[in-house]
C-alpha cells in the first residue's frame, strides 16, 4: 500500500467508525423490554424509579433481567423505592457483555462494576459483580457481600444485543446484596419557592405562593421526578398585563405549564430534542399544553410553544428527582395565545387560463394556525426524529464513500 493511503486509512477510518457507532447506538430499553409481557414488573420498576432514562443514555451497558416469577419475590419484601432503586442498580453492568463474551471470560471469570458501584452509591466493593463461566457453558452472577449460604443467580437467555453497546440477558434470580437492600433515609424536604428566591426567580415564587393548588401540584411531584422552567423577574413582569387578565383556570394551568412531570439533567436536556407533556398537560386522544425542547450545536436548550420560545439561562437546582431552571421569557401555551404562523411559501406561477374559465381563488387571510388542523406536536417530533436519523445515517455513509473514493484516486 502506497504511504497517501496508508495516512488516509490512519486518519479517515477511526472517524469514520466512530461516526458510525455514534449514529447506530440509540437504544431504548422501555421498548425493549414492552415487546417481552414475562419482564413488565423489572421493565415498570426501571421507569419507577428513573434507572431506565440512566440505562439509554448510557454507551456501553448490560441490563440483567429477571421475569415477573422473580419480580414478585423481591416485591414481597416492601422495599422503599429509594431502596428498589439501589438493588436494580446492582443489575445494571456499566460494560457489555453479550452472550458470546459471557463464554468466553478470560480466566473464567471476571469482575464487573455495577450502576450501584459506579455512582457512589455502594460502600467499598460491594457494587462489584462477579460473573463466572463454569464448566458446559454454566454462567452465574453474585454480588460481592453475597451472605453465606446465598446462591448465586444464572444465566438465562439473551434478550437483546446490540455489539458493543448494549447487551440485555436473562438472569434466573435478583442479585443478593445486604448493602443495597439496607433501609435508605427519606431525602430532606426541598421547598422550591425558597430556591427560586435565592436564583432570580422571585416573582414565578410569588405567583406559586399566590396559588395554594399549583404549588401543591408542583411539591406533589417531585417524589416522581419533576423539571420546572422558572421565568426570570424581567421575564414575569413583562408578561403579568396578560396574566392579570387571565380566568382563574387559565392562571393556574399556565403556571403548572412550567412543570414537566419527569426529572430532566441539563446534560439529558442537551441530548435530546422532542415534544414533552407539562403538569397542565390533559389526558384526551391529543394531548394539550405541550412544547418542545430543543437544542443547538452550541448546546443552547431551547422551548418553543409555538406562541414564543425561551432560552435557558442558569441551572437553580439539579438533583435527582427534582431539577429546577430559570428561562429569559414566560411560556405561553398555543391553547391560550394565537401561535405564530410560520412564513408563508412564495405562491407558484398561474397558468395561463383560457377565456370563459374562473381562476382559482387565492387562500384566504383567515386561514390561521388551528391546533386541531395541525399535526400533532408527536408526529412532528416522530418525524423530525426520522428525519435526523436518516441523515445522520447519510452522512456518515457518504463520508465513507469520500473518503475510499480518495483512497482509489492515488
Known sequence: MSRPRQILLT????????????TCRAHNITKILAQHPEFSQFNHYLTATRLASEINRRLTITVLAVDNSAMSALLARHFTLQTMRHVLS?????????SKKLHQLSRSS?????????????????????????KKGHVTFSTEDLP???????????????PYNLSVIQISSTLT????????????????TELMYAKGCKAFADLLLATSDVETSFEDNIDGGLTIFCPIDSAVKSFMPKFKNLTAPHKSSILLYHGVPVYYSMQQLKSNNGVVNTLATGGGVKPTYTFAVKNAVDETVTLNTKVDEA????????????????????????????????????????????????????????????PDSAPSDEDTADKNAAGRIAIEYTSVFSAILVAFAALLAF
Not at 446492582?90 to 453479550?98: A, F, K, P, Q, T
Not at 453465606?148 to 446490540?162: L, Q, W
Not at 445486604?178 to 433515609?185: D, K
Open 11 to 22: 486518519l479517515f477510518l477511526p472517524l469514520l467508525l466512530l461516526s458510525l457507532s455514534q
Open 148 to 162: 453465606d449460604g446465598a446462591s448465586p443467580a444464572t444465566y438465562v437467555k439473551s434478550i437483546k444485543e446490540f
Open 177 to 192: 446484596s445486604p448493602e443495597a437492600e439496607a433501609p435508605v433515609p427519606p431525602p430532606a424536604p426541598v421547598n422550591i
Open 311 to 370: 432560552s435557558i439561562k442558569a441551572m437553580i437546582h439539579d438533583e435527582d428527582p427534582l431539577s429546577i431552571y430559570s428561562i429569559d421569557k414566560f411560556l405561553q401555551p398555543k391553547e391560550m395565545f394565537k401561535a405564530l404562523l410560520a412564513p408563508a411559501p412564495a405562491p407558484a406561477p398561474h397558468k395561463k387560463k383560457k377565456k370563459g374559465k374562473a381562476t382559482a381563488d387565492s387562500s384566504s387571510d383567515d386561514d390561521a394556525y388551528s
Open 90 to 98: 446492582l443489575h445494571i453492568l456499566v460494560d457489555y457483555y453479550g
Open 110 to 134: 471476571t469482575l464487573s462494576s455495577s450502576l450501584f458501584q459506579a455512582t457512589g452509591a455502594a460502600p467499598g466493593t460491594t457494587g462489584y459483580v462477579n460473573i463466572t463461566d463454569h
